[in-house]
């Protein structure tokens, strides 16, 4: 389970005193434990790797502002960090897998105007997962829906 891997993960970097490891894992379980207090269950992998998307994304929005600002020595630590997220994700979809997805969902819901976007945004989701993150998809989807 994803869990137990980040558990043993974390030791391990304690043990290595890998310490930017230590913290974006540490980040991790916090952010998962809340979300079990927060809703009282266990999440299961699902919804635990949903979880290390969200904080894969909030890595990669704060890039562009720090690139903005010119700090490299955070820009570095978040390209590390997000390369740490990275490894508990599954491999990313490219852009020709999730436009093979997309159509068959278009073709499943009978969908043909920008107007049921939602729809098809809501079912491509759930068949991709964590695999692509909701921005690719949606663009994937406006494209596909536009013509």
Same mark, same amino acid.
């Given at each position: 389970?994803?869990?137990?891997?980040?558990? &043993?993960? @974390?030791?391990?970097?304690?043990? +290595?005193?890998?310490?930017?490891? !230590?913290?974006? *894992?540490?980040?991790?379980?916090?952010?998962?434990?809340?979300?079990?207090?927060?809703?009282?269950? %266990?999440? #299961? #992998?699902?919804?635990?790797?949903?979880? /290390?998307?969200? +904080?894969?994304? !909030?890595?990669?929005? &704060?890039?562009?502002?720090?690139?903005?600002?010119?700090?490299?020595? @955070?820009?570095?630590? *978040?390209? +590390? %960090?997000? =390369?740490? /997220?990275?490894?508990?994700?599954?491999?990313?979809?490219?852009?020709?897998?999730?436009?093979? /997805? *997309? =159509?068959? *969902?278009? &073709?499943?819901?009978?969908?043909?105007?920008?107007?049921?976007?939602?729809?098809?945004?809501?079912? &491509?989701?759930?068949? /991709?997962?964590?695999?692509?993150?909701?921005?690719?998809?949606?663009?994937?989807?406006? %494209?596909?829906?536009?013509?």
């Amino acid at each position: 389970m994803l869990k137990e891997k980040l558990m &043993s993960d @974390l030791k391990e970097a304690m043990k +290595e005193k890998q310490i930017l490891r !230590k913290n974006v *894992v540490q980040m991790i379980r916090a952010a998962i434990l809340q979300v079990e207090k927060d809703k009282q269950t %266990e999440l #299961d #992998d699902n919804q635990v790797l949903e979880i /290390i998307a969200k +904080e894969a994304k !909030k890595r990669k929005d &704060s890039l562009a502002d720090y690139e903005k600002s010119g700090r490299q020595d @955070l820009i570095d630590q *978040v390209k +590390e %960090e997000i =390369k740490i /997220i990275s490894e508990y994700l599954p491999k990313q979809l490219s852009k020709e897998e999730i436009t093979n /997805i *997309v =159509k068959q *969902v278009i &073709s499943e819901t009978g969908a043909t105007t920008i107007k049921d976007m939602g729809r098809v945004m809501k079912a &491509s989701k759930e068949k /991709i997962g964590a695999a692509a993150d909701g921005k690719a998809i949606n663009e994937v989807v406006r %494209e596909l829906l536009k013509e």
